[in-house]
């Protein structure tokens, strides 16, 4: 027999219960359901999943190859400008996070609301191979204390926090993905040094 349906203040009604989103239309049909506070990789993978997709093909628009080396400084300096936008989003929320572990932020409150800012400005003048005296100090500097700050509090303290990478809202544990982010900023103020 088919289940009965109706709308019901706004929302859905299945047999007389209410339905009100994805996550109790799963519920209702059996389907699981992530744990509340479970480590979540979604938002870092979409991250990286656009900035590489970007990457291609601004390479094949401008070389008429999507597999250069430029694709490869395209690729981390669009994934900084993305993660540094979705730390903007809600910037109090972000620097409450990061203060819990970035040894520079911890001494000097004001570097947790200016790190996404400063990371979405090397992002954007390395795509762009614009002012290199500016985007390749700020990198090293940011992405060193960064790096640094995550090796000492999951490696060293050995603490079990979340990371503010993608974000104030993110469930991501502070640790590799966080690393990678700071390692890669270093290796493109390095390569920008060395090759531009």
Request: net charge positive.
């Amino acid at each position: 027999m088919a289940a009965r349906t109706s709308w019901l203040h706004g929302g859905r009604s299945i047999d007389g219960r209410r339905i009100g989103g994805y996550t109790d239309l799963r519920a209702f049909f059996g389907k699981p359901l992530p744990a509340d506070g479970s480590t979540r990789y979604v938002p870092v993978l979409a991250v990286f999943a656009a900035a590489g997709a970007l990457a291609l093909a601004v390479s094949y628009a401008v070389f008429g190859n999507p597999f250069t080396v430029r694709a490869g400084e395209w690729f981390v300096s669009f994934a900084m400008v993305i993660l540094a936008m979705l730390k903007l989003q809600d910037v109090e929320k972000f620097s409450s996070m990061f203060l819990g572990y970035d040894l520079l932020a911890r001494r000097w409150v004001p570097y947790s609301y200016a790190y996404p800012y400063l990371e979405f400005l090397a992002g954007t003048l390395m795509a762009a191979q614009a002012l290199d005296w500016v985007s390749i100090p700020v990198a090293l500097v940011i992405g060193t204390i960064g790096a640094v700050s995550v090796f000492y509090a999951v490696y060293v303290q050995k603490r079990s926090i979340k990371c503010a990478c993608v974000g104030g809202s993110s469930n991501v544990p502070l640790g590799f993905v966080s690393l990678s982010e700071n390692l890669a900023m270093i290796a493109m103020a390095v390569w920008m040094i060395f090759y531009h």
